[in-house]
Structure formats: structure tokens, C-alpha cells
């Protein structure tokens, strides 16, 4: 029987190279690859396993930094920043891609989360409000590093292909201007674990009487830009 002296021990992250204090976390694998080979110096395999690729090096400020995928969705995001809070993290950006339901909103654009609406099981399980806000230090921290980028509310949700257009309608009217997986789920463990975490997005979808979609070079652009954003943040 486990002793509650017992360290903490992640069950789906195994660690092999050591974890930073601070943590950036895309969802996609393979731009946790492209950010730790454009950002660190010297990265490291963090993680592996169940295919969340994760690595730590040093960040051009000299300090170490992790940078760590979560998979799709509120479930996966949620045991990967639970088991990084047992390692130690303590301040961590989600640096995703949403779905843009505000018209003037344009593919690659980047938008700084100021509160995640909880239309996902997993926020709501959690214990999460109606609403979710970031923390306020580090977000103060994204806005000042990109003042002239749009900051606004965003809808979390459990699906990518949605069910139809009366949900965008009701989001966009409750005054949502994108729409993604995960914010929700983050932020309402960073107020329950009491870590700091905030999120930035890039808009890779276009939605409204369809689904227009970014360019896959397009894609790749915005993941960098928002990973840097989110490293000047936390830097």
C-alpha cells in the first residue's frame, strides 16, 4: 500500500532527462519536436511515453524549460499537468490552435486566452465554474510581451468536428472568440493545484457555414509563433 510519505510518482510520464519549473504545452507531439529544436539549446527527451513527446533544454534566457505535449482534449491534458505538477512544475502556458468564431479573426493570428468557457466534461469534473480564468501574473506577462496581439474569451469544448452551427452562435453570443479543447481543463487544475497557468492560441480554423482550414506550412508558422510568445512570457 502506498505510504502518504511516499514521493509522487507519475504513472504516464516518465521522465528521462530532468523537468523545468516552467513548462510550455502544445497538444500536437510533433510541434513540441518543432518548438524544442527552434527554442532550446541542447533539448532532451523528457517524455516518450504513450507517444507525448516531451523535452527540457536551456531557453535562450539560460534557464532551463520544458516543453511538453498534452494530446487531444481535456482528458489528456489534464493527467499530463497533473503528473507535471507531482514532478515540480509550477508555471506553465497551454500554446495550442483553435478554431476562430469571430469573423475578423485570420488564420495564424494568435490570441491571449483572458477566460476559457466550460463546455467540456473535463473542466466541469473538475469542479470548474461556467468560466475559467488564467493566472493573472502570467497573462499580464503574454500581453505585455505581444501588446498588439488580440486577447479576448474562448469556448473550451469535448469535440473538434461539432455537432452544427447553433453551438458557434450561442458561443460567439456569449462573447467567445474561438473555440478549442483544452484551455478549460488547464487553467481549472492550475486554481485547483495552485500553479500558475495560462494559454495562448493560434487560429488554424476558420468556422462559421463550414470549416476552412489553415495550410499545413501555414500551421507550422503559427505553432512557432505562439511557442515563442509563450517563452517570452515565461522567460
Known amino acids: 500500500m502506498r505510504q502518504v510519505s511516499d514521493?509522487?510518482?507519475?504513472?504516464h510520464i516518465h521522465p528521462t532527462a530532468p523537468l523545468a519549473e516552467r513548462v510550455l504545452l502544445?497538444?500536437?507531439p510533433g510541434r513540441a519536436l518543432a518548438l524544442a529544436q527552434a527554442l532550446l539549446e541542447g533539448p532532451l527527451m523528457f517524455n516518450h511515453n504513450r507517444g507525448l513527446w516531451g523535452y527540457t533544454g536551456t531557453a535562450p534566457?539560460?534557464?532551463?524549460?520544458?516543453?511538453?505535449?498534452?494530446?487531444?482534449?481535456?482528458?489528456?491534458?489534464?493527467?499530463?499537468?497533473?503528473?507535471?505538477?507531482?514532478?515540480?512544475?509550477?508555471?506553465?502556458i497551454r500554446i495550442g490552435t483553435a478554431g476562430a468564431l469571430e469573423a475578423s479573426l485570420a488564420f495564424g493570428e494568435l490570441l491571449i486566452?483572458?477566460?476559457?468557457?466550460?463546455?467540456?466534461?473535463?473542466?466541469?469534473?473538475?469542479?470548474?465554474?461556467?468560466r475559467v480564468r488564467p493566472d493573472p501574473?502570467?497573462?499580464?506577462?503574454?500581453?505585455?510581451?505581444?501588446?498588439?496581439?488580440?486577447?479576448?474569451?474562448v469556448v473550451t469544448s469535448d469535440l473538434f468536428y461539432e455537432v452544427g452551427e447553433p453551438r458557434f452562435k450561442r458561443w460567439a453570443q456569449a462573447g467567445a472568440l474561438a473555440v478549442e479543447m483544452e484551455a478549460a481543463t488547464v487553467l481549472a487544475i492550475?486554481?485547483?493545484?495552485?500553479?500558475?497557468?495560462?494559454?495562448?492560441l493560434a487560429i488554424s480554423d476558420v468556422l462559421g457555414s463550414g470549416r476552412e482550414r489553415i495550410g499545413d506550412?501555414?500551421?507550422?508558422?503559427a505553432g512557432l509563433a505562439?511557442?515563442?510568445?509563450g517563452l517570452a512570457a515565461l522567460s
Open 113 to 130: 486566452v483572458t477566460e476559457a468557457i466550460s463546455a467540456d466534461g473535463t473542466s466541469r469534473a473538475l469542479g470548474a465554474a461556467d
Open 190 to 200: 492550475g486554481a485547483l493545484r495552485g500553479i500558475q497557468v495560462a494559454c495562448a
Open 61 to 92: 534566457d539560460g534557464e532551463p524549460l520544458t516543453i511538453q505535449s498534452t494530446g487531444m482534449g481535456g482528458p489528456s491534458a489534464a493527467i499530463v499537468l497533473e503528473e507535471l505538477i507531482q514532478l515540480g512544475a509550477r508555471r506553465a
Open 226 to 229: 505562439v511557442g515563442r510568445l
Open 137 to 153: 501574473a502570467v497573462t499580464a506577462a503574454l500581453r505585455a510581451a505581444a501588446p498588439e496581439t488580440r486577447a479576448g474569451p
Open 217 to 221: 506550412a501555414a500551421l507550422a508558422q
Open 26 to 28: 502544445p497538444g500536437d
Open 7 to 11: 514521493p509522487p510518482r507519475a504513472i
